[in-house]
């Protein structure tokens, strides 16, 4: 199953979407997608995100966004960039793409493809 967690408003989460989508209709994958700006994930989920992403926290955080410079989340460990997160959604790096345990910022959205030539070959 491919789960995204998707800004509608973002040009590069849409067109990562479309990929999945497509990808996903062409091998007959469920798409699970996640509006994280209207359900942010809870701790659990972060902390999936981060396992998958490979355990650096600073990938999921988005360091334009005023609250990481307002929060000095440029040296934060791991629960401290969380919290963060939890407490503003928009911080979340996006879009991000977890398959089978792995995932991928799908900045630039072909990333994605990296997922989809894994889970080829397994």
């Not at 469920?30 to 359900?39: A, E, G, N, R, S």
Request: net charge negative; hydrophobic share 40%.
């Amino acid at each position: 199953m491919l789960t995204i967690y998707h800004n509608p408003r973002c040009s590069k989460s849409r067109e990562t979407l479309e990929l999945v989508n497509a990808e996903a209709n062409r091998r007959g994958w469920p798409v699970t997608v996640i509006d994280y700006l209207k359900q942010p994930p809870d701790l659990h989920a972060l902390h999936q995100i981060l396992t998958a992403l490979g355990g650096d926290v600073q990938q999921m955080l988005r360091a334009n966004e005023p609250e990481y410079t307002v929060a000095n989340l440029q040296d934060a460990d791991i629960d401290t960039a969380l919290q963060a997160i939890m407490r503003c959604p928009a911080l979340l790096q996006r879009p991000i793409v977890l398959m089978d345990q792995r995932a991928v910022i799908g900045r630039p959205p072909e990333n994605v493809s990296i997922l989809f030539q894994k889970a080829h070959h397994e």
